[in-house]
C-alpha cells in the first residue's frame, strides 16, 4: 500500500487481536483516538472505496482504482480475507482499517499492513481522500497504527516513502518516524525511476506516538 496525503489525545486499542467471542471467534480490531477510528472496512464503504482511489495521487502509489464498484467489494472481501488469516496464523500482511473521521463518523481513507516479515519487521501504509487531507488525520492514523504493531510485537516499523513526497515525509515525521536514507532510483511511477526513502521507528524509540 503506497503512502499518500497531500495533539495529544487518548489512544484507545479494542483487542489486540480481537478479543475472542462467544464460540471463539474474534471481535474485528478497531483503534482510536479523539480525531480517527481505525476499523474493519464493510461493503457499504465500496463506494468510498472506489471514489476515493481514483484521485491520482492515491492511484500514484497503489496502483489502478478498482474500476466498478464491485471490484471495490472484491478489495474489501480480499483485505477481510487478511483478516481471517491474521486470526489464525498471527501475521497481520494485507490487513487493512478504514480511516474514519471521528466526528463525521465516515470513512477518509486507508491504512494497512504491507508486510509482516519473519523477523517481526512490519511495514505499512496509508492514504486519505482529497477532502481529508491538512488536518493531521494521516498522522493520527499512522500513530495508532504504529503502536497496534508495537502491541503484535514488531521489532521495527518502516514506511517507504517517494523522495519528492514531502507532505507524506512530513506525516512520518510527526508520527515519530526516523528517516534513515534513500534508496536510489527504487521505484517505478508513472514509467520514471524514483527515489524512496525509508522512515522508521523501533519499539525503544516509541514516545507513544512521538510528538504531534
Known amino acids: 500500500m503506497g503512502v499518500s496525503e497531500n495533539p495529544d489525545s487518548a489512544v484507545v486499542f479494542d483487542g489486540r487481536a480481537g478479543e475472542p467471542e462467544p464460540g471463539?471467534?474474534?471481535?474485528?480490531?478497531?483503534?482510536?483516538?479523539?480525531?480517527?477510528v481505525l476499523r474493519h472496512w464493510s461493503s457499504?464503504?465500496?463506494?468510498?472505496?472506489?471514489?476515493?482511489?481514483r484521485d491520482p495521487a492515491i492511484e500514484r502509489y497503489n496502483g489502478p482504482a478498482?474500476?466498478?464498484?464491485?471490484?471495490a467489494?472484491?478489495?474489501?472481501?480480499?483485505?477481510?480475507?487478511?483478516?481471517?488469516?491474521?486470526?489464525?496464523?498471527?501475521?497481520?500482511t494485507g490487513a487493512a482499517f478504514a480511516i474514519v473521521d471521528a466526528d463525521l463518523g465516515q470513512p477518509v481513507?486507508?491504512?494497512?499492513?504491507?508486510?509482516?516479515?519473519s523477523t517481526h519487521v512490519a511495514q505499512f501504509g496509508y492514504w486519505l481522500a482529497p477532502g481529508a487531507r491538512g488536518r493531521g488525520l494521516a498522522t493520527c492514523a499512522a500513530t495508532l497504527m504504529t503502536?497496534?504493531?508495537?502491541?503484535?510485537?514488531?521489532a521495527r516499523v518502516f514506511l517507504t516513502i517517494e523522495s519528492e513526497n514531502a507532505a507524506s515525509a512530513a506525516v512520518a515525521l510527526r508520527a515519530g518516524f526516523t528517516c534513515e536514507g534513500t534508496l536510489r532510483a527504487h521505484g517505478v511511477w508513472n514509467g520514471q525511476r524514483k527515489d524512496v526513502d525509508v522512515y522508521a521507528v523501533l519499539p525503544h524509540e516509541w514516545p507513544l506516538g512521538g510528538n504531534r
Do not use: H, K, N
Open 147 to 154: 503502536g497496534w504493531l508495537f502491541e503484535l510485537g514488531a
Open 44 to 53: 457499504s464503504d465500496a463506494v468510498f472505496m472506489a471514489e476515493a482511489w
Open 73 to 92: 467489494i472484491t478489495v474489501i472481501e480480499r483485505i477481510e480475507q487478511s483478516w481471517r488469516t491474521f486470526e489464525v496464523e498471527g501475521d497481520p
Open 66 to 71: 478498482p474500476a466498478s464498484l464491485l471490484d
Open 109 to 117: 481513507g486507508m491504512c494497512g499492513v504491507d508486510q509482516w516479515s
Open 24 to 36: 471463539g471467534a474474534r471481535s474485528p480490531v478497531s483503534l482510536s483516538d479523539d480525531a480517527v
